[in-house]
């Protein structure tokens, strides 16, 4: 297992990589060209800058998230061979300079949804959280403009300006799409893939819905544990993997965690541990990662992981804001560094119960 934070880049994290290399235990960055447009080529210049100047804070690249899929690939156009082409070119400019993962998702016109980015807790810190009764009163133009208004003046992956300009087409276009039209575009997109991941040894680690259910009628497919090996019988080759987020699978209440864990052994290639509290099925706020915080047994989840030898990167996800931060919701540096200390304490005693009797 090797811990890790996610850095957005210089131009749009508040955080620098210079606080990240304090963080005890963290060595690696799970980062991303955030200028690429969905579709867009990533050229072997722009990667081997970014991997140099992460290089020179003394971390490593340890994995990209995300090379975003582009909607015609979703959708099953007649374009998305031209879009697949250039995912294929950025894997192999990828490859060349090192990167050996990458976590994408599959979901139809944007990535997550939260219905408030800075809902007040007890303590005083704020947290990303989710009302299905909000969204159920909201159209998406108006929940985009929320988000927009409540980033700290950041910009939050998944819900993008330019992304967001045309979602009444977007919207459109997914009328009457199905379950099964969208995890067959995604099989073939990933059956599209494979030669190229196995010339450079890259893992694609495909990233769950959020939340795990349909949200404004878009059809969501990576869902549950069935959905899970589903895929990867559909691709069975060992670099079509998965990215286990407790957070996003953990918001259906009937996912056991640690049973999709062990299910999954050996095709988990990336992990986002996080914790949530629920005040009915479908509302929930994140939580500190602490297992007491939330509704989350952390040690189990950690256990399972190093029980199926789970030796990928992990990242300590969505935290809070608290110290009186200001920052991308829920990817500030206190919460996210606490959270990183605390999952490396688990992991080391689970790792020295494993090999010390007393």
């Known amino acids: 297992m090797e811990m890790t934070l996610r850095w957005y880049g210089s131009a749009h994290d508040t955080v620098t990589l210079s606080q990240i290399r304090q963080i005890p235990g963290v060595k690696g960055v799970i980062t991303t060209l955030y200028n690429k447009a969905p579709g867009e080529v990533w050229q072997r210049e722009e990667i081997r800058k970014l991997k140099e100047e992460v290089e020179a804070a003394g971390l490593h690249i340890a994995g990209i998230e995300s090379v975003n899929v582009h909607e015609s690939i979703k959708l ?18 990828l490859g060349e300079e090192g990167i050996h993962l990458v976590c994408y998702n599959f979901m139809p016109v944007f990535d997550w949804t939260r219905t408030e980015m800075a809902k007040v807790r007890e303590d005083g810190a704020t947290v990303l959280a989710y009302t299905q009764k909000k969204i159920d009163e909201l159209i998406p133009e108006r929940l985009f403009a929320s988000i927009r208004d409540d980033m700290n003046g950041t910009v939050m992956p998944g819900w993008e300006p330019e992304r967001m300009a045309n979602i009444k087409e977007a919207f459109l276009e997914y009328e009457g799409f199905s379950k099964e039209r969208l995890f067959s575009n995604l099989v073939y ?170």
């Open 76 to 93: 099953g156009k007649p374009e998305r061979e031209e879009y697949i082409d250039n995912y294929v070119q950025t894997l192999i400019n």
């Open 189 to 358: 997109f990933l059956r599209a893939l494979m030669p190229v991941c196995g010339r450079y040894n890259i893992n694609m680690a495909i990233h769950p819905d959020d939340p795990a259910w349909p949200v404004f009628g878009l059809p969501r497919i990576m869902t549950n544990c069935d959905m899970l090996t589903r895929l990867l019988k559909e691709v069975d080759n060992e670099h079509n993997g998965i990215t286990f987020c407790t957070g996003s699978y953990g918001t259906d209440r009937a996912n056991d965690l640690c049973e999709t864990i062990h299910a999954l052994k050996g095709r988990i290639h990336f992990a986002h541990v996080r914790n949530l509290k629920f005040h009915s099925e479908r509302e929930f706020e994140e939580a500190a990662h602490l297992s007491a915080d939330g509704d989350f047994d952390m040690y189990r989840i950690m256990k399972a992981l190093y029980d199926i030898g789970f030796n990928g990167p992990i990242r300590p996800d969505h935290g809070r804001m608290i110290w009186g931060e200001k920052a991308m919701p829920g990817y500030g540096l206190y919460d996210r560094a606490l959270g990183a200390a605390y999952l490396n304490g688990l992991w080391e005693a689970i790792e020295k119960q494993s090999r010390f009797r007393y």
